[in-house]
Protein backbone atom coordinates (compact mmCIF):
# COMPACT_ATOMS: atom_id res chain seq x y z
CA UNK A 1 0.00 0.00 0.00
CA UNK A 2 1.48 3.43 -0.69
CA UNK A 3 2.33 5.42 1.91
CA UNK A 4 2.68 9.14 1.42
CA UNK A 5 4.90 9.58 4.52
CA UNK A 6 7.54 7.46 3.45
CA UNK A 7 7.14 8.09 0.22
CA UNK A 8 8.39 11.77 1.08
CA UNK A 9 11.16 10.62 3.53
CA UNK A 10 12.40 8.66 0.69
CA UNK A 11 12.47 11.59 -1.70
CA UNK A 12 13.88 14.12 1.09
CA UNK A 13 16.12 12.47 3.51
CA UNK A 14 19.47 10.71 2.67
CA UNK A 15 18.59 8.03 5.16
CA UNK A 16 14.62 7.64 4.46
CA UNK A 17 14.87 5.25 7.99
CA UNK A 18 15.72 7.99 10.29
CA UNK A 19 13.33 8.81 12.96
CA UNK A 20 11.25 11.97 12.08
CA UNK A 21 11.88 13.01 15.92
CA UNK A 22 15.38 12.70 15.04
CA UNK A 23 15.07 15.11 11.83
CA UNK A 24 12.87 17.49 13.23
CA UNK A 25 15.07 17.97 16.33
CA UNK A 26 18.05 18.35 13.62
CA UNK A 27 15.95 21.03 11.39
CA UNK A 28 14.68 23.34 14.24
CA UNK A 29 18.84 23.52 14.99
CA UNK A 30 19.53 24.11 11.87
CA UNK A 31 17.01 27.20 11.92
CA UNK A 32 17.54 27.92 15.76
CA UNK A 33 21.75 28.06 14.57
CA UNK A 34 20.17 31.04 12.23
CA UNK A 35 18.26 32.85 14.03
CA UNK A 36 20.59 33.15 16.89
CA UNK A 37 23.45 34.95 14.25
CA UNK A 38 20.59 36.87 13.04
CA UNK A 39 19.66 37.83 16.78
CA UNK A 40 23.03 38.57 16.92
CA UNK A 41 23.50 40.62 14.38
CA UNK A 42 20.92 42.86 15.35
CA UNK A 43 22.11 43.30 19.10
CA UNK A 44 25.80 44.08 17.81
CA UNK A 45 24.44 46.46 15.52
CA UNK A 46 22.48 48.10 17.86
CA UNK A 47 25.34 48.30 20.25
CA UNK A 48 27.69 49.93 17.90
CA UNK A 49 25.01 52.43 16.01
CA UNK A 50 24.45 53.77 19.57
CA UNK A 51 28.46 54.04 20.32
CA UNK A 52 28.50 55.98 16.91
CA UNK A 53 25.42 57.64 16.91
CA UNK A 54 24.66 58.45 19.65
CA UNK A 55 21.11 56.47 19.14
CA UNK A 56 20.00 52.81 18.49
CA UNK A 57 18.78 52.05 15.14
CA UNK A 58 19.03 48.69 13.14
CA UNK A 59 17.92 50.02 10.36
CA UNK A 60 20.40 50.63 7.65
CA UNK A 61 18.29 53.32 5.69
CA UNK A 62 18.58 55.37 8.86
CA UNK A 63 22.29 56.07 8.15
CA UNK A 64 24.00 58.41 5.56
CA UNK A 65 27.33 57.94 6.53
CA UNK A 66 29.97 55.54 4.82
CA UNK A 67 32.02 54.75 7.66
CA UNK A 68 29.09 54.66 10.15
CA UNK A 69 27.45 52.18 8.11
CA UNK A 70 30.60 50.04 7.38
CA UNK A 71 31.41 50.18 11.18
CA UNK A 72 27.77 49.71 12.24
CA UNK A 73 26.47 47.77 10.14
CA UNK A 74 28.95 45.31 7.61
CA UNK A 75 31.18 44.74 10.06
CA UNK A 76 28.90 43.15 12.56
CA UNK A 77 27.32 41.15 9.67
CA UNK A 78 30.78 39.91 8.50
CA UNK A 79 31.26 38.43 12.06
CA UNK A 80 27.58 37.32 12.59
CA UNK A 81 26.97 35.89 8.94
CA UNK A 82 30.73 34.95 7.91
CA UNK A 83 33.25 34.67 10.60
CA UNK A 84 31.38 33.02 13.00
CA UNK A 85 29.18 30.40 11.11
CA UNK A 86 32.55 29.46 9.13
CA UNK A 87 34.72 29.10 12.14
CA UNK A 88 31.84 26.80 13.78
CA UNK A 89 31.80 24.54 11.24
CA UNK A 90 35.70 24.25 10.41
CA UNK A 91 36.31 24.23 14.21
CA UNK A 92 33.02 21.98 16.05
CA UNK A 93 31.83 20.68 12.43
CA UNK A 94 35.67 19.39 10.45
CA UNK A 95 34.17 21.06 7.66
CA UNK A 96 36.47 22.13 4.67
CA UNK A 97 36.13 25.49 2.64
CA UNK A 98 35.59 23.35 -0.57
CA UNK A 99 31.79 21.85 1.69
CA UNK A 100 30.93 25.38 2.48
CA UNK A 101 31.28 26.70 -1.86
CA UNK A 102 34.44 28.93 -0.76
CA UNK A 103 36.94 27.08 -2.79
CA UNK A 104 36.90 29.08 -6.21
CA UNK A 105 35.76 26.50 -9.32
CA UNK A 106 38.05 26.81 -11.86
CA UNK A 107 35.85 24.38 -14.48
CA UNK A 108 35.31 26.15 -17.59
CA UNK A 109 31.61 26.23 -17.04
CA UNK A 110 32.16 27.47 -14.06
CA UNK A 111 34.42 30.12 -15.62
CA UNK A 112 31.58 31.36 -17.93
CA UNK A 113 29.08 31.65 -15.28
CA UNK A 114 31.06 34.18 -13.20
CA UNK A 115 31.80 36.20 -15.93
CA UNK A 116 27.73 36.40 -16.96
CA UNK A 117 27.09 37.43 -12.93
CA UNK A 118 29.98 39.56 -12.82
CA UNK A 119 28.82 41.42 -16.27
CA UNK A 120 25.30 41.44 -14.56
CA UNK A 121 26.77 43.19 -11.42
CA UNK A 122 28.60 45.39 -13.64
CA UNK A 123 25.97 46.76 -15.26
CA UNK A 124 23.90 47.04 -11.60
CA UNK A 125 26.50 49.13 -10.66
CA UNK A 126 26.34 51.35 -13.27
CA UNK A 127 22.10 51.65 -12.78
CA UNK A 128 23.29 52.38 -9.50
CA UNK A 129 25.64 55.52 -9.69
CA UNK A 130 23.08 56.76 -12.89
CA UNK A 131 20.91 56.86 -10.21
CA UNK A 132 22.37 58.10 -6.99
CA UNK A 133 24.31 61.01 -6.02
CA UNK A 134 27.67 59.70 -6.15
CA UNK A 135 28.26 59.76 -2.19
CA UNK A 136 24.61 57.88 -1.59
CA UNK A 137 25.72 55.31 -4.77
CA UNK A 138 28.85 54.69 -2.99
CA UNK A 139 27.49 53.89 0.56
CA UNK A 140 24.77 51.81 -1.15
CA UNK A 141 27.67 49.84 -3.51
CA UNK A 142 29.63 48.75 -0.14
CA UNK A 143 26.88 47.61 2.09
CA UNK A 144 25.21 45.80 -0.22
CA UNK A 145 28.60 44.30 -1.40
CA UNK A 146 28.61 43.13 2.22
CA UNK A 147 25.05 42.26 2.68
CA UNK A 148 25.44 39.67 -0.56
CA UNK A 149 28.66 38.14 0.53
CA UNK A 150 27.45 37.45 4.14
CA UNK A 151 24.27 35.79 3.70
CA UNK A 152 25.64 33.81 0.58
CA UNK A 153 27.89 32.55 3.11
CA UNK A 154 25.58 31.57 5.20
CA UNK A 155 23.05 30.61 3.68
CA UNK A 156 24.62 28.89 0.84
CA UNK A 157 27.37 27.96 2.54
CA UNK A 158 26.98 27.11 6.09
CA UNK A 159 23.14 26.49 6.35
CA UNK A 160 22.92 24.25 3.13
CA UNK A 161 26.37 22.30 4.17
CA UNK A 162 24.27 21.49 7.63
CA UNK A 163 20.88 20.43 6.19
CA UNK A 164 22.48 17.81 3.44
CA UNK A 165 23.76 15.60 6.39
CA UNK A 166 20.13 14.96 6.70
CA UNK A 167 18.46 16.32 3.43
CA UNK A 168 19.06 15.53 -0.02
CA UNK A 169 20.21 18.55 -1.93
CA UNK A 170 17.12 20.15 -3.42
CA UNK A 171 15.25 19.64 -0.19
CA UNK A 172 18.36 21.45 1.42
CA UNK A 173 17.95 23.95 -0.80
CA UNK A 174 14.45 24.39 -0.37
CA UNK A 175 14.33 24.57 3.26
CA UNK A 176 17.22 27.35 3.09
CA UNK A 177 15.41 29.03 0.75
CA UNK A 178 12.50 29.43 3.23
CA UNK A 179 14.78 30.18 6.15
CA UNK A 180 16.56 33.41 3.68
CA UNK A 181 13.22 34.56 2.47
CA UNK A 182 11.68 34.42 5.84
CA UNK A 183 14.06 34.62 8.78
CA UNK A 184 16.67 36.61 7.54
CA UNK A 185 14.19 39.25 5.34
CA UNK A 186 11.66 38.62 8.18
CA UNK A 187 10.84 42.88 8.06
CA UNK A 188 9.51 42.31 4.57
CA UNK A 189 5.89 41.30 3.33
CA UNK A 190 5.22 38.40 2.95
CA UNK A 191 4.29 38.30 -0.51
CA UNK A 192 7.67 39.39 -1.41
CA UNK A 193 9.10 37.04 0.77
CA UNK A 194 7.60 33.64 -1.37
CA UNK A 195 6.92 35.45 -4.44
CA UNK A 196 10.73 37.07 -5.04
CA UNK A 197 13.23 35.97 -2.30
CA UNK A 198 12.12 32.11 -1.96
CA UNK A 199 12.27 31.96 -6.19
CA UNK A 200 15.90 34.02 -5.64
CA UNK A 201 17.11 31.73 -3.66
CA UNK A 202 16.25 28.85 -5.36
CA UNK A 203 17.53 30.45 -8.24
CA UNK A 204 20.92 31.30 -6.33
CA UNK A 205 21.39 27.51 -5.12
CA UNK A 206 21.12 26.60 -8.87
CA UNK A 207 24.38 28.70 -9.79
CA UNK A 208 25.66 26.99 -6.74
CA UNK A 209 24.83 23.83 -8.27
CA UNK A 210 26.57 24.65 -11.91
CA UNK A 211 29.38 26.67 -10.80
CA UNK A 212 30.68 24.57 -7.87
CA UNK A 213 31.42 27.59 -5.49
CA UNK A 214 29.00 30.37 -4.35
CA UNK A 215 30.76 33.44 -5.69
CA UNK A 216 28.01 33.62 -9.14
CA UNK A 217 25.66 33.62 -6.58
CA UNK A 218 27.21 36.04 -4.40
CA UNK A 219 27.56 38.30 -7.39
CA UNK A 220 23.76 38.06 -8.85
CA UNK A 221 22.53 38.30 -4.84
CA UNK A 222 24.38 42.00 -5.28
CA UNK A 223 23.16 42.86 -8.30
CA UNK A 224 19.63 41.51 -7.59
CA UNK A 225 19.74 44.26 -4.56
CA UNK A 226 20.93 46.83 -6.29
CA UNK A 227 18.62 46.67 -8.95
CA UNK A 228 15.59 46.70 -6.52
CA UNK A 229 17.28 49.98 -5.10
CA UNK A 230 17.48 51.72 -8.09
CA UNK A 231 13.87 50.70 -9.25
Same mark, same amino acid.
Given at each position: ? *? ?48 ? *? ?5 ? =?? $? =? ?12 ? #? ?21 ? $? ?35 ? !?? /? ?9 ? /? $? ?12 ? !????? #? *? ?57 ? $???
Amino acid at each position: M *FCPIKFLKRKILIDPSAKLTDVGNYLLLSVGFVVYCFILDIVLVAIISKI *FTDEVTV =NI $N =NIDNLIVALVSFCL #PSTFCFSLLPVYISKKLRKREYH $NLGLTFARKKKSNIIKLSSLFLFIISCILLFLKHEIE !QA /IMIFFVFIFVG /I $NEEILVRGVLFDIL !QEKFK #P *FAAAAISSLIFAFILHSGGAFYSNICFRFPLSLLLFWLYWISGDIYSSMLIHMAYDIIV $NCI
